[in-house]
């Protein structure tokens, strides 16, 4: 079984978020199960020079990008037994940043087209292209409109994973024919048009075979309107080919017995040790060195999906408990701003690190007692996953993800991994953190809940399971989907 994953981030080499965590890992957990997983994506700027000096220049040619001809080089890298294949064209990704620009509509159409054309001048022809989230999603519609009828393409299924469906890559009309180059025809509320627009979330939506998203909570929210973010009828419709299959994390990288990037190593068999993290984290960030303080952080990008709105209602009330609090985040110039001003307000408990460092984010999972994540939605999330690895003891709104991988404590049962509330209301968020933090001097109870969370398995493994019955399934169908 062949399949190549498109993705527009894949760790180790270009991160923003939780996709680059699951491009990283996905595809070595499908690989021992025996699947030949390749990934496809952009050669940024930004991706690290020892990775880059590695890279072998395989192929080059010229990719339609409406009416013009842009320049297409891909480069080889073997990277931990997973092939990568990285599109070259530096006007479109030798910048700053990954995204966020005026041009992304062009750049990632670009990239759709590339990765069509990838397949036959490498004549390689997967039995699955497996796309995640709106850069990508113009491939399987590309696919289904265009390339199909060409040599090697017919048999091609794809399939498309929603890991945030509030970033769908609206862009006007005109992009049809001047980016995607493709007839009014396709201007049509049943394929891309969107309000008046050309949405790319859309053309996958309707042209994918089967549509996965991070979790079975989230698979149900985005059915509503309140989660659905206008296309909640599209996925009504398409229901049946929607599969839930929660996200995991890589077992070796996020690991605190072996994680280099960590002060001190430590295990659910010697939990003492992870003391010598917070304490250093203390020392690092100037807070007094208390071992009895409980120390909460929050990573996280900084936007209204992170619940970032709760706290600021109740910061105050939080900061008056006996708690230290970090923060690590970016996003949102306005969360980045009033998180620095609260940072003064508030010298004694208070530490915010404002930027994308991933070596402090491990550090800070080793370190924390407690991890925030109040999110308003929240597909999958890993940061709970990761905490709970590390033994930090997260505090979830009962949403997506978090609804399906945090348990909260039940003091009557001994039953749960963390702590949750269920509306999106800062003094339910507020309450839920006292309750935690009730129960936080009481070692035995403590220990019990970190053991639970820390021996929960958070690995690809299941999930890497029912993605390969999803692909053999789609590969058996004679016939592709039809839109
Ligand atoms: P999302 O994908 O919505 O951003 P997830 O919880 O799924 O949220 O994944 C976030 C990932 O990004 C985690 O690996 C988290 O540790 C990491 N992360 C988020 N913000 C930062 C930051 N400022 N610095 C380092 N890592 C971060």
Redesign the pocket.
């Known amino acids: 079984m062949k399949v190549l994953f498109a993705v527009s981030e894949c760790g180790p080499f270009a991160k923003s ?3 680059a ?1 699951v491009a990283g890992s996905l595809p070595k957990e499908l690989k021992s199960l025996g699947t030949d997983v390749r990934v496809i994506l952009p050669k940024y700027g930004t991706i690290a020079d020892q990775y880059k000096k590695k890279m072998k220049k395989i192929k080059e040619f010229t990719v339609d990008v409406g009416w013009r001809k842009q320049y297409c080089g891909i480069e080889e890298l073997i990277h931990q037994g997973i092939t990568y294949y990285f599109v070259d064209n530096e006007y479109y990704f030798k910048r700053e940043g990954l995204y966020g620009y005026f041009d992304d509509g062009e750049r990632f159409a670009f990239f759709s087209r590339a990765v069509l054309e990838t397949l036959k001048e490498l004549d390689y022809f997967p039995n699955i292209l497996h796309c995640h989230d709106w850069h990508t999603a113009m491939i399987p519609y590309l696919l289904r409109a265009d390339y199909y009828r060409r040599t090697g393409y017919g048999s091609i299924r794809t399939i498309f994973t929603i890991h ?1 469906l509030q970033f769908q890559g609206i862009f006007p009309r005109e992009v049809l024919k001047d980016l995607l180059g493709l007839d009014e025809s396709y201007f049509h509320p049943g394929h891309l048009e969107f309000f008046g627009n050309v949405n790319f979330m859309k053309g996958a939506l309707v042209a994918a075979d089967k549509i996965t998203i991070v979790s079975p909570t989230y698979k149900q929210e985005i059915q509503t309107p309140e989660f659905g973010e206008k296309l909640d009828g599209l996925l009504r419709a398409r229901n049946e080919d929607l599969v839930g299959i929660l996200n995991g994390i890589d077992d070796d990288f996020y690991d605190p017995s072996k994680d280099p990037f960590i002060f001190q190593n430590y295990s659910i068999h010697n939990i003492g040790k992870k003391a010598a993290n917070k304490r250093e984290i203390q020392k690092q960030f100037g807070l007094k060195q208390s071992a009895s303080t409980p120390l909460m952080v929050m ?3 900084l936007t209204r999906q992170k619940g970032i709105d709760l706290i600021k209602c109740v910061f105050r009330e939080i900061l008056q408990e006996d708690i230290q609090l970090i923060f ?3 996003g949102d110039y306005e969360y980045e701003e009033y998180l620095r001003q609260a940072a003064r307000i508030y010298p004694e408990k208070l530490r915010v690190y404002t ?4 070596e402090l ?1 491990h550090k800070l999972y080793a370190a924390a007692d407690l991890f925030l994540m109040p999110s308003l939605f929240e597909p ?4 709970q996953l ?1 905490a709970m690895k590390y033994g930090a003891i997260p505090i979830v709104r009962e949403t997506g993800g978090l609804n399906d991988t945090v348990k909260s404590w039940n003091e009557f049962t001994k039953e749960g991994n963390g702590f949750s509330f269920k509306h999106f209301n800062a003094h339910d968020m507020l309450y839920t953190i006292r309750r935690a933090l009730s129960f936080y001097h009481n070692k035995k109870t403590w220990g019990l809940i970190v053991k639970q969370a820390m021996e929960k398995d958070y690995s690809w493994a299941q999930s890497a399971f029912y993605y390969n019955q999803l692909y053999s399934e789609v590969i058996a169908r004679s016939e592709t989907h039809v839109f």
């Open positions: 978020g939780g996709l965590d945030n990573i996280s990008r690590l985040g970016a930027g994308f460092n991933e984010a999958c999330g890993l940061g990761i």
